[in-house]
């Protein structure tokens, strides 16, 4: 498991989103889905602590590989 203290930064590439919404289900602070096409809107680019799991948990379950993570 990564340390949840760590710093995160994460990025979302709305060209290879696909609209799935598991980023928006899984860490809800963190992403969202807009409204008209229901690709990736990043809410908090550098989550805190407590929204950091889920953050990389999303990551790792979008099936498009839209999101990114450094730190
Ligand atoms: S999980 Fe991936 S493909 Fe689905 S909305 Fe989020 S960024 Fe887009």
Not at 1 to 21: I, K, Y
Request: charged share 25%.
């Amino acid at each position: 498991m990564s340390d949840p203290r760590a710093p995160l930064r994460l990025g979302v590439d709305r060209e290879r989103c696909v609209g799935a919404g598991m980023c928006a289900l899984t860490a809800p602070a963190v992403f969202d889905q807009d409204e008209e096409e229901g690709l990736v809107v990043l809410l908090s680019p550098a989550p805190a602590p407590e929204h950091r799991p889920a953050a990389r948990m999303a990551a790792g379950l979008c099936p498009a590989e839209a999101i990114t993570l450094t730190g």
